[in-house]
């Protein structure tokens, strides 16, 4: 390498940070429902996005009795809440690097699409206690 430059690799910070508990199981739900439901046009949303917001609400909740199979479903609807509120605001900030928007290049409507289907989806999981299971 030349002078002061260095390669950033996030990847084994956050599997470190998503280890214990059920995140990965969360990270897993997360990715199936972004594949079902917001694979849309533009690539609003991807599952580094899906992550990102995993990373923060682990933030949110630290402890471990936070992160068992019986509180499963409040984490993944905390993070589609957030990830409504991320749309909403057409601001989506990297983990690490918080000045660094992970929406930057997306369409505004692309995003507004993506925070309409998001609370489709949320509301379904609200409303339909077993629809995490048919999702």
Sequence with gaps: MEG???VMNFNDAEDRLLQNGCRKKCLSILKSLRDRHLDLAGA???NYHMKTLLLYECE???REIEWV???LF???NGI?????SCLQCRKC???????LDLFKGKTAASLDLAAKQTWRLLRELLTNARSLDSL
Excluded: E, G, T, W
């Design 44 to 46: 609003p949303v991807n």
């Design 69 to 71: 199979d019986m509180v």
């Design 80 to 84: 589609l809440l957030q990830l409504i």
């Design 93 to 99: 900030p990297h983990y690490f690097l918080p000045n």
């Design 4 to 6: 002061d430059a260095f």
């Design 74 to 76: 409040d984490r993944i």
């Design 60 to 62: 949110k909740h630290p």
